[in-house]
């Protein structure tokens, strides 16, 4: 699809996309922070101690890098909008799980299940917002952006209010039912096509878009994937790990430091809105990509070298570094031409982040009881985000992702023929 001259009304024609495309964003995340303020109530109830609770803690990055690897390829076959609907499925299902677990197998269960679809839901997004808003992907991908980041803090709001007027199981079962409200305006789309589909029976199916194998290979998609990975794996060790550290680094009391992490949360939001419009204006978006690493690493140089001296604001520093996030998001539809591409980008740099973000915390946690401080894990993180400079020229570059498959497929006949007519010429050996 391609932009048209002038961009259509947001509203138009697409109402049911565009709010569909929302409420899936301020669901994706709700599974992940619903449980942890209610761990507590759960645990009394349901009999779990930590090693279960961290089992728990480490499901979200482990399904949603698993579901953005499969979930690209079930996407091809079966459809964006339709699989979509059986994620959100998912969430629902995964949701009530939860809220009746009698055991921690079937909380874990509930758990697995909810994130998976939450996981489909993150891949698919991007693709959603190419199919319906390919003249306006900067100004939605920065709407549902701002929505993750802020879905992400509503269970952890409500949550005790919610656990002390009706119990932890009413808290996790409310979910369930934003989960499937958000399925409906899908269910419409879904419906238009069907008759959409019936009344060209007689017409030929246009042949669905694909683009070439080779993925793997791409710069494009890697410099997409680390761009993702450098936010994720710093932002989930943040979480993890950030509060004891600035307790014992800087002196801080646990109550301050917390509020410290929600800050260092909340600055996503102010990114999301403003990077993918400015990424989607300016010809050479790597620049943001520096940005993004100067902050972290002014951010973590602060915490190493003037720890007590201003606490804040090298938690604030480090926090704008997460404009990667909503930039790498972005480059999923700037550096592809079709749908079909989009899904195999947001896919492969999904997958490959998340699978980062899972290792990001632990090794974290290894480094931090191999020195018994903080500054190797913090050199760790500013390592990592010098390394990811690299790809900051790649990303310089407006170098579509099925041009460049399209190149390397090209290319390979044509060397394997120069091989063929090599050995010809050269005749066979005595």
């Known amino acids: 699809m391609t932009h048209p001259a002038t961009p259509l009304p947001l509203w138009a024609g697409r109402t049911a996309a565009l709010i569909g495309i929302l409420l899936v964003a301020f669901n994706v995340r709700t599974a992940v922070s619903a449980i942890a303020p209610v761990a507590l109530d759960i645990a009394q109830d349901v ?3 930590s090693i279960q609770l961290g089992i728990i803690g480490t499901v979200p990055p482990i399904a949603f890098a698993a579901s953005a690897l499969f979930g690209a390829a079930i996407a091809r076959r079966f459809g964006v909008e339709r699989l979509l609907a059986v994620a ?11 809220a009746v677990a009698p055991s921690f197998w079937v909380l874990l269960l509930g758990t697995i299940v ?11 997004l991007p693709p959603l917002v190419k199919r319906y808003f390919p003249d306006r992907i900067g100004l939605v991908t920065a709407v549902y952006v701002g929505i993750v980041s802020v ?16 119990g932890w199981r009413t808290s996790l079962a409310v979910w369930a039912v934003s989960a499937l409200v958000c399925l409906l305006p899908w269910l419409v789309i879904l419906l238009r096509h069907r008759r959409a589909c019936a009344a060209q029976s007689d017409a030929p199916a246009p042949p669905a878009p694909r683009i070439p194998a080779g993925i793997w290979r791409s710069r494009v998609a890697w410099a997409v994937a680390l761009t993702f990975s450098l936010s994720s794996a710093h932002v ?57 690493i100067v902050f972290f690493l002014i951010g973590y140089a602060g915490l190493v070298f003037f720890p007590v001296a201003a606490p804040w604001l090298w938690v604030v520093v480090a926090g704008a570094g997460s404009i990667t996030f909503p930039l790498s998001l972005t480059l999923v539809n700037l550096r592809t031409r079709t749908q079909a591409g989009s899904v195999a980008l947001s896919g492969f740099a999904q997958g490959v982040g998340y699978t980062v973000a899972a290792l990001g915390p632990f090794l974290f946690a290894l480094l931090h009881d191999v020195s018994g401080g903080w500054d190797l894990p913090l050199y760790y993180l500013m390592a990592t985000a010098v390394l990811t400079a690299v790809v900051g020229r790649q990303l310089g570059r407006p170098t579509m992702l099925e041009d460049e498959l399209e190149a390397r497929a090209l290319a390979a006949p044509a060397s394997g023929a120069v091989d063929e007519r090599r050995g010809a010429d050269e005749g066979p050996l005595a």
């Open 88 to 98: 959100i499925i998912a969430m629902v299902l995964g949701h009530v799980f939860r």
């Open 151 to 166: 879905s992400a803090a509503v269970p952890s709001s409500i949550a005790a209010p919610v656990t002390d007027a009706a």
């Open 236 to 292: 989930y060790s943040a979480f993890a790990w950030l509060p004891l550290l600035l307790v014992e680094k800087t002196g801080v009391g646990e109550a301050e430091a917390g509020a410290m992490l929600g800050v260092y949360a909340l600055i996503g939001l102010p990114a999301a809105l403003v990077i993918p419009p400015l990424a989607s204006r300016l010809r050479n978006v790597g620049v943001l990509l520096y940005a993004g």
């Open 47 to 49: 009999t779990l101690g």
């Open 114 to 124: 909810a994130l998976a679809g939450a996981g489909v839901g993150n891949v698919l």
